[in-house]
């Protein structure tokens, strides 16, 4: 709570094979995972966090459902015949029968918002969702739970985890969007990622360049209609009037870390530079555990398959789906019980002075980000971005203040029309008139 964040989010309850998992391979919605908790265990984590003032978001998965224990089929036309993802059969949301499917998942929705006090829901892949009826699955669950907010009197929340750069995502349902009011913006989290660790491999090779990072920043896409290398087409539209605060971006998350073939995280040097960029900008920010203090710890792909067929050769079908990544793939088994045990956070770290320190840093950018309203202005047309890609420095114009990053090694003079340094990420910034004497792959926060 005194880290200044307002919200944690769970991945995914149902029981799912096994004594762990993502959670992304769940088949009975409506129950809770018995080796989590179960359902009053759930309870109690919510009432926790409500008594400690933070709200709750749970992930959910409407796209398809686990491969261990789907017997749904034999009970209704829940499934696409034809149609599917890399994760298994697509859910029939517009086919013959499929009224009484989306009444199966809407009203699974509407469980968690109602019995267990959960404040918003984070939907799965919402891209994988086959859906051609005139009324979209997702506009359909809007409305319920909007109808659900008002009549419990408190406010519900859909985020939507979509990477069809589509604004009609979260365009009001009035406006003929699909009513979600929020949704991932991966876009942001590329643009970060990629020129702060200067990878460029698959879908980061169209983000390696800062002008890329002022786009994202300015405009909330890159791919707004633009052509993405990664995808061999053209892909997205532009995010013309919507609020900056409609998109979750971050800088780490469980999939980006998880599906590394290491799990491993930025450096504290690199969190430092990532952290800055991403809680001086308009959008929501979202931090992954651990995130704030730098841990060292990996975060693997884990799961717990019984069934031989399944279990067997898990860790291959990962490695050939991301082939193409420039990853030399060396990944621990997903079912080894080592791979979930080196997944947890080690809390002693926070102690250390490096991690101390990276921890005091966040807690400054949430709190600066808290007092000053030209951080929080979701208005994307007043956000200003100039980009000197030869000396590798970005400027960032926020109403009154100025994000200066340099992405170079070595230290470089910014010229600033600012009065003083509010924040550093590196103390040795020093503020000379108008000249900013930043460090090598630093960033300062300046107020005009």
Not at 260 to 265: A, I, K, Q, S, V
């Amino acid at each position: 709570m005194d880290l200044g964040v307002d919200f944690v989010e769970i991945m995914p309850v149902p029981p799912v094979p096994g004594k762990r998992n993502w959670g992304y391979d769940g088949v009975e919605l409506y129950a809770v995972f018995e080796e989590y908790g179960g359902p009053d265990g759930l309870k109690d984590l919510v009432d926790a966090c409500h008594r400690a003032g933070l709200g709750v978001i749970l992930d959910v998965v409407y796209n398809h459902l686990g491969p261990s224990g789907n017997y749904l089929a034999r009970f209704g036309p829940y499934f696409h015949d034809a149609k599917g993802s890399y994760w298994g059969d697509a859910v029939n949301l517009d086919g013959s029968g499929s009224d009484g499917v989306r009444r199966y998942f809407i009203d699974n929705a509407l469980q968690w918002l109602r019995d267990y006090h959960i404040d918003g829901l984070r939907l799965d892949a919402v891209h994988a969702l086959h859906d051609k009826r005139a009324v979209h699955f997702l506009e359909e669950l809007s409305a319920e739970v909007d109808a659900l907010s008002a009549a419990v009197g408190r406010p519900l929340t859909l985020i939507a985890e979509s990477d069809l750069n589509d604004p009609r995502m979260v365009t009001p349902r009035e406006a003929g969007g699909l009513g979600m009011h929020a949704s991932w913006n991966d876009d942001v989290h590329h643009a970060i990622h990629a020129n702060v660790t200067g990878e460029a491999n698959a879908y980061y090779g169209d983000f390696a360049t800062l002008s890329s990072l002022a786009k994202v920043l300015t405009s909330g896409y890159f791919h707004d209609g633009a052509y993405s290398s990664f995808r061999g087409r053209s892909h997205g539209r532009p995010a013309t009037g919507i609020p900056a605060h409609r998109f979750v971006c971050c800088a780490q998350n469980h999939d980006q870390i998880g599906n590394r073939p290491e799990g491993d995280r930025m450096r504290p040097a690199q969190l430092r530079l990532a952290s800055g960029l991403l809680l001086t900008s308009p959008f929501t920010p979202m931090l992954f555990m651990g995130e704030e203090w730098g841990a060292t710890t990996p975060f693997y792909f884990f799961t717990d398959h019984f069934e031989p067929h399944l279990a067997e050769g898990e860790g291959e079908r990962r490695r050939k789906e991301f082939e193409g990544f420039g990853y030399d793939w060396k990944a621990p088994e997903p079912g080894e019980e080592t791979t979930f045990l080196s997944s947890k956070l080690d809390w002693e770290e926070t102690a250390k002075d490096e991690h101390a320190s990276l921890l005091g840093w966040y807690r400054d950018l949430i709190a600066l980000r808290r007092s000053r309203p030209d951080l929080t202005d979701p208005r994307l047309d007043r956000v200003r971005a100039e980009v000197d890609e030869d000396r590798r420095v970005v400027v960032i114009e926020r109403g009154s203040l100025r994000i200066a990053a340099n992405f170079a090694e070595g230290p470089v003079p910014v010229r600033l029309a600012a009065s003083r340094i509010l924040l550093a990420s590196d103390e040795s910034a020093r503020l000379s008139g108008d000249v900013l004497d930043l460090p090598g792959r630093s960033l300062a926060i300046a107020e005009v």
